[in-house]
């Protein structure tokens, strides 16, 4: 590179931070963006299901049955409330006062001592099915463990065909907020590099400043650079402000390298920009390059990029079109940075998909973008 066009670069991005500093709509995008999101999201979505409202029937006390439903009242997942009998919980039922009921009938201490054991019954909302399969994995815990100490308190073993040995990789806690404030992350920056951008060069054309650029000796290629630099920055230090609301505010752990997470998160910024700068050369009008913005890069990623949706549960088809989202790769390679750490078979097939992308885009970018009025 040669001296004057040195020279010419440094204007460039001079004149970017300028206009940064005169119209901070985008500083507003890059840090206050993350923060209302994340606060938002990140307390607003979560997959764990705790104090569910279920009535408990029982229909003739004893202890056996005071011993089960403290286990039910000591459980965090469940809120019981003790009904008198069973149509009076299923009204509760019909109504969304509960979400279900368990029903311990009069013969239920009685069959206890049978080997084939009492049975419970148990009647589930099924209206929505996550939370209603979550809500019997959670009775049949309750169940299993009052069995177990049960026996265990009579000097006894529990009968079973086999000895479950559970173990967590990963995310321990099993806390939904884990998996999710990395993806979430994905989410925010795959918006914010899009828009950073999208309103760049739309401006120049709306107010006339491209044409005085075009008559200047400077290159497209530098003001490729000169426009993609600055957003870069403010785009890393949206990261940076992410990440670390991510692990001291939600306290997510972070197992992987933090310069690992910068390299792959520079990859995917260099994508984002260049799918806005992109928009904003095509469309030369900021309201539709907002729009064309939000609808292609943050409305795919939130629903396609396996952020909440399992991948491996779509159709055949979908998963085709997952595999041009860049979201889809950041998300993969920022949960298992963040939860499992420099797992390398994942992070590096992921970077390379998302230095793909960014060559891509800026690529298009490039040809797009002429030293001419047409």
Known sequence: MSAASRMRLRGLVRKEFCQILRDPSSIAIAFLLPVILLLIF?????????????AIVVD????????LTARFLGSSYFSPVF?????????SLMGRRVNAIIHLQPDFSRRLQRPDGAPIQVIVNGTDANTARLVMGYVQGVWQNWLSRRAAESGGVLAAPLQLDQRVWFNSELRSRNFLVPGLIAIIMTLIGGLLTALVMAREWERGTMEALLVTPVTMGEVLVGKILPYFLLGLGGMALSVAMGLWLFGVPLLGSAWLLFAVSSLFLLAALGMGLLISIATKNQFVAGTVAIVT??????????????IGSMPVVVQAITRVLPARYFVAALQTIFLAGNVWSVVLPNAAALAAFA?????ASRQKLRKRLD
């Open 42 to 54: 990140g307390y607003g979505i979560s997959l764990d299901t705790e104090h569910v409202p279920v």
């Open 60 to 67: 003739q006390p004893d202890g056996d049955t005071a011993g």
């Open 83 to 91: 009904v008198r009998d069973i149509g009076q919980a299923e009204e």
């Open 297 to 310: 890069t943050f409305l795919p990623a939130f629903l396609l990029s396996g952020f909440i949706f399992d």
């Open 359 to 363: 060559v891509i885009f800026l690529g």
